[in-house]
């Protein structure tokens, strides 16, 4: 099984969809690299009001920037 492709940078295979997964579980947020659309990033982390407690996710979405790259105005 596999996953149609939006960008380069799409997670087409279960098998990396499910180590990123994983990752993300272990370091407590995801990100998406421009899997949707090329010059927009994603992150999401779950946020804990106590111990037992989780809120689902927080995320948010935006325009990647580069910072070595001078503005044009």
Known sequence: MSFCALTTH???QVSTLW????QA???GYARDNEEAEI??????V???RRKEECIP???ETAQRINLNTPATH
């Open 46 to 48: 779950r946020i804990h």
């Open 19 to 22: 180590n990123t997964a994983q």
């Open 57 to 59: 996710l927080l995320q």
């Open 39 to 44: 010059g927009v990033g994603c992150l999401g």
């Open 10 to 12: 799409s997670l087409t």
């Open 25 to 27: 579980q272990k370091d």
